[in-house]
């Protein structure tokens, strides 16, 4: 649906406050977290991101307060997706809330609104010019063969970029945010990871008795693994925080339906649903003249 943005910002505040009435009473309903059982692999939480409450990333002990935090995350996550037309990160949620054993399997991203969001988020463009920069004083130093094609991975460039996006009506803010890395119920630990691969090269052009040198990055990809997970996570502030809490307690409460998940499966409420997405980039090319004495040479 279309929204404009005078009702969007209504409804983002409705969103708001829907989420104390939808699940407050579920994260204050905290059990010892003494007397849950937590996976050992839960206390190890990546450096960006400790532990920030003491009922984070362990069980309900009673059902009920389980159900109404999957039931209220489920509701103010459809409100929010729903606003600001984001399926992708619906379907990611969607994963996430059922019930089920731990995977290890990633769910592929793609099509043209979320590659588009991840292209063009300021976030990524800022990373990609990074790139170049850090490119343009490593050629001023290395001098590579004009017309050569090159590898930004075999210069040291582009892999684990610590890409945080923010803004949370997109879906690399919503699905992706930040870098924490998840550690699964079954004490499975998985990083997460931003590269970018490409190619790059120099050419050189002589208009008028002037020398120009252009280096030319091409191929780009930014390469995305991550995951929707709260154990370890940010659990952000104010309203949004207690169904985060809420959340991140759902990975690490046990689920039994004496069907599919009985005692044998080890099921939970949530499951971190982990995601991969590979997004073209644009080519860049770039002035470097000034990068080398004149006459521009390039020879090893």
Known sequence: ????????????????????????????????????????????????????DPTQCTAFRKSADARKAAEGGQSVIGLWTGIFEIPAAQKLYDAYLTPGPVTHTRTVLGGKQVLTEFR??????????????????KIATTFPVLGTEYDLHQAGLGENIPI???NL????????????????????????????????SLSKQTVNGKTKVTLNVRGLTLTVRDSVDFCPGNLSSGSIRTVSLGLSRLERTP???????????????????????????????????????APATTTR
């Open 169 to 200: 009506e997109t879906t690399p803010g919503f699905a992706a945010g930040g870098l924490s890395g998840v550690v699964l119920a079954d004490g499975t630990s998985l990083k997460d990871d931003r590269t970018i691969a490409g190619k790059y």
């Open 1 to 52: 649906m279309k929204i404009n943005k005078t009702f969007r910002g209504v409804f983002s505040l409705v969103a708001a406050a829907s989420i104390v009435g939808a699940v407050g009473a579920c994260a204050d309903a905290a059990s010892d977290p003494s007397s849950a059982a937590v996976p050992a692999a839960a206390a190890r939480p990546a450096p960006s991101f400790p532990k920030q």
């Open 164 to 166: 945080a996006w923010n």
């Open 255 to 293: 689920y039994l339906d004496k069907k599919k998940c009985d005692d044998k499966a080890k099921c939970y409420y949530a499951r971190p649903a982990l995601f991969k997405v590979t997004v073209p980039l644009n080519d860049v090319r770039v002035d470097v003249t000034g990068r080398f004495p």
């Open 120 to 137: 063009t988020a300021p976030e990524t463009k800022k990373a990609v010019t990074g790139v170049v920069n850090s490119l343009k004083s």
